[in-house]
């Protein structure tokens, strides 16, 4: 795939061969707002104002990133209604869990496919691994709700996330910012703009950040020498003070006596990041821009708290419920003394809960010395990757433009996980994971008409992904031990045409289609420590082929009519997809199963507003939309036929079909001069309508009803959606006169209502509903090109959860959870230049 960077060039040149017969004036870049304060879009392929777009699109600038103190992605969620981005916990590695509109995915694996489209400068980033963007040098960021699969295309079903960089302009200006903070907290970032020469620019940006973890990992031997408390510690999350089965035998310490027992500050920051652009434009009518980043993310795993033991049995090792004498924590072939490497005696209970800012994790298989992972298996985690685009833009006539974007990435990514967050040998797991990149997209815009009433893009589509997904799995109570190392192949070609029709002033018809073919090869590897196949169930696995293939066609036509300079109502039918395959993590032959595209159809009506002399605006959407052969994961694949079918099990299958409505609601308010108000809200309703029944190998599988305990449920919610939620902010500019500049407060607030983090709602998985208040005080100097500001996020320092891992569904015996960041500071100063 490597050999494919030169058709970078390759483009370049064959646009420059015919440069002299061009003579036009080719478009500025567009800017990020209009003198009126609107935001230019491009999601219909060309420049909009956001108000004239029919579009649900939450589109927030670089000034207004700043004054809300956000700096990656899944921060700008909040504010964004019926989204969801959250960094994932230990289990994913440095991955997202994005959901629009109660669809997407969490699950990190390189197999499976993402439901919302990920887009830096209009390429496509096909895993949710890295997807944790930093908000580098960015012009704007446009969310765009629900299907997009004529515009967006692959994966964007639910929706997508397009950021935008600053592209370079030879102004020979640029800023540099320094912030310190919470747990020494240290940001530097910088950009600096330049000209080279007649015609040639060139930017960079970089980024450097660290921070002190927030979740102590603590040597439990070193806490508790004599086995441990006999009572919960009083600020733990659950049943604090409730007693608890106490210890038998001790714990050896890994850590000196008299040291404070702290292995590792979980939870840290450490990450660099660069971005340079040469941007060329040797005539009037060729623009050229080349794009080159880097980023290493090399840190502590993100910080977990164990909240809950259970058994497979049902029962539940937690103070609420008793803890029965020598409890079956497996079968006899996999007693108790197998995850316990210390000597049998010793149970996995809540003895282990450490507090809502610690854990226990202790990253160890032993004594298992056939099984040595521990050297790799340290609790870091590591991502680098790196990637290189180019952008030409061709004005082949007046009213013709030829875009090709081409773009190659790759990265490494090493995790690993300690998942029962205990000092027993229970299940550890490290992951190191390849991925290769290739796309290349081509669109042709053009209007024509007396009045250019018609605007259209035609285009084509190709990418080519390989990954490569090496896991050192010992599943202690599951009893398998293997290495596997699968790789995956994927293509995906697609053709599309848009078309918008202003037959008569004020009445636009929008239109598309897109046809999309993708085809997936799967290759399975088990094998054991020492390089040979791995044993029962797993051998016939290895060597193994999956292969899956699909195609599809999705519409979408918007009739938009503009009743006045200050109303705009648009009604909308959209489709979209999210790309099927087989099965990535199969532990027997029957299991490596194919499972369907999910498709969606949605309804959409909406209004775009402002009014009060444009001091308010109003923008409102509601949607009903048909989400059909939904892609979820069996833990428990029950069938009537065929022994050892059955469990363990990560069976991803077309689970069935649901209803989706809602309502989302997005204001500015200008009521003074100075004085800004913003606002969103969103209601959402779903419900699942039936499941599946369908034939394996094996026998007959059923998902979801009152029968199957491992199955959603009618009346379950998709993982990452909350029902309800809402956000304000405040800002208002004091100019202090005399020479003395101005000040800014503002202030931000946004409630999550109640989500599981798991499409099989229990409270195990249960997130309640949180709010989160942060605050900026920034001053400016009367050139604006000093400021200094104090931040301070969760300001009432509310503990909540980002994600919770509830393995009690599988089988594994635990629940653990990620908590939200506790009250922080910083200060900063910014200086342009």
């Known amino acids: 795939m490597k050999s494919r960077i030169p058709l970078l060039c390759s483009s370049a040149f064959a646009i420059l061969a015919a440069q002299p017969a061009l003579a036009q004036d080719a478009p500025a870049s567009p800017p990020p707002e209009t003198q009126s304060g609107d935001i230019v879009v491009t999601a219909q392929f060309r420049e909009q104002r956001l108000q004239d777009t029919p579009l649900a699109i939450t589109a927030v600038n670089s000034e207004m990133l700043e004054a809300r103190s956000q700096t990656d992605i899944s921060q700008v969620a909040s504010q964004a209604p019926s989204v969801t981005l959250k960094p994932q916990g230990a289990a994913f590695g440095p ?84 912030a310190y903070g919470s747990r020494d907290r240290v940001d530097l970032r910088g950009s600096f703009d330049f000209n080279i020469t007649d015609g040639l620019d060139a930017r960079i940006a970089g980024v450097a950040k660290r921070q002190d973890g927030y979740v102590q990992r603590l040597d439990f031997g070193c806490v508790y020498p004599t086995g441990g408390p006999a009572t919960l510690p009083a600020d733990a999350p659950l049943n604090a003070g409730a007693p608890i089965n106490p210890a038998v035998g001790g714990i050896p310490a890994r850590l000196p006596s008299g040291s404070d027992c702290v292995v590792a500050d979980e939870g840290e920051v450490d990450y660099m990041g660069l ?76 003895r282990f809960v450490c507090g809502p800012y610690c854990n226990f994790a202790s990253y160890t298989n032993e004594p298992d010395t056939t099984w040595p992972i521990r050297d790799q298996a340290d609790g870091r985690i590591k991502f680098e990757g790196w990637g290189v685009s180019g952008q030409i833009d061709w004005d082949v006539a007046e009213t013709v433009q030829l875009v090709s974007i081409t773009a190659y990435r790759e990265y490494t990514s090493n995790f690993s996980n300690d998942n029962d967050t205990s000092p027993m040998a229970h299940s550890l797991g490290y992951g190191p994971l390849t991925f290769e990149f290739f796309s290349q997209e081509l669109r042709l815009n053009g209007t024509f ?155 959409e009506l909406g209004f775009k507003s402002d009014f009060w002399d444009r001091r308010v605006r109003l923008n409102v959407a509601g949607f009903f939309s048909n989400y059909n052969d939904i892609q979820l994961t069996l833990t428990n694949c029950t069938v009537q036929a065929g022994a050892g079918f059955g469990a363990p099990c990560a069976l991803p299958v077309n689970a069935g079909n649901a209803d989706v409505k809602g309502i989302e609601v997005e204001t500015t308010i200008t009521p003074i001069d100075g004085l800004l108000i913003d606002a969103a809200a969103a209601f959402l309703d779903f419900d699942y309508k039936e499941f599946a ?104 320092d509310e503990y909540y959860y980002l994600t919770i891992n509830d393995q009690t569904t599988g089988g594994q015996g635990y629940t653990n959870a990620q908590p939200g960041r506790p009250r922080e500071w910083a200060v900063s100063v910014k200086k342009k230049f």
């Open 95 to 178: 991955s997202l869990a994005a959901n629009i509109r109660g669809v997407g995915q969490y699950d990190f694996n390189p197999a499976l496919e993402p439901g919302v489209g990920l887009y830096v400068d209009d390429v496509y980033y096909a895993t949710l691994t890295g997807s944790i963007f930093d908000l580098l040098d960015l012009e704007r960021v446009e969310i765009l709700r629900g299907p997009q699969g004529t515009l967006a295309g692959r994966n964007s079903i639910g929706g997508a996330v397009k950021l935008y960089s600053q592209r370079p302009e030879g102004s020979n200006t640029g800023s540099i910012t320094a």
């Open 275 to 350: 971005r340079g652009q040469v941007r060329w434009r040797p005539t009037d009518t060729i623009d050229i821009n080349i794009i080159g980043d880097y980023t290493i993310d090399d840190r502590w795993q993100v910080g977990s708290v164990l909240l809950e033991t259970y058994y497979p049995n049902g029962v539940l090792a937690s103070p609420r419920f008793p803890l029965p004498a020598n409890p079956p924590y497996n079968t006899a072939t996999n007693p108790t003394r197998d995850i316990n490497p210390f000597g049998p005696g010793i149970a996995y209970d809540t």
């Open 693 to 796: 029944s369908f034939d394996t190998p094996a026998g007959p599988v059923s998902v979801g009803g009152p029968t199957n305990i491992n199955a959603p449920q009618f009346g379950d919610y998709p993982a990452f959606t909350p029902r309800w939620k809402w956000s304000i902010g405040a800002q208002y500019a004091i100019q202090l006169g005399g020479g003395a500049g101005s000040l800014t407060p503002r202030i931000d607030v946004a409630y999550q209502g109640d989500l599981h983090t798991n499409p099989i709602n229990r409270d195990s998985n249960l997130i309640e509903g949180y709010t989160l208040a942060n605050a900026r005080l920034t001053w400016r100097n009367d050139k604006e090109d000093l400021e200094f500001a104090l931040e301070v996020s969760n300001l009432f």
């Open 449 to 603: 008409g007396s009045n250019e009433e018609i605007n259209y893009t035609v285009g084509a589509y190709y990418s080519d992904q390989q990954s490569v997904y090496t896991s050192f799995q010992g599943l202690r109570g599951s009893g398998l031990r293997f290495v596997q190392s699968d790789p995956v192949d994927l293509t995906s070609k697609a053709v599309f045409a848009n078309v918008s029709w202003t037959p008569i002033d004020d009445l636009t018809l929008n239109g598309g289609i897109r046809y999309t073919e993708e085809d997936k090869t799967y290759t399975y590897s088990r094998k054991n420590p020492e390089g040979g196949v791995a044993g029962p169930p797993l051998t016939a696995l290895d060597g193994l082929v999956g292969e899956a293939s699909a195609e599809h066609v999705d519409y979408r036509l918007a009739l938009q009519y503009r009743w006045s300079d200050e109303f705009m109502t648009y009604a909308q039918y959209s489709t979209g997809f999210k790309g099927g395959g087989v099965n990535p993590r199969p532990f027997f032959p029957q299991q490596v199963l194919p499972f369907g595209p999910e498709t969606l159809e949605s309804f």
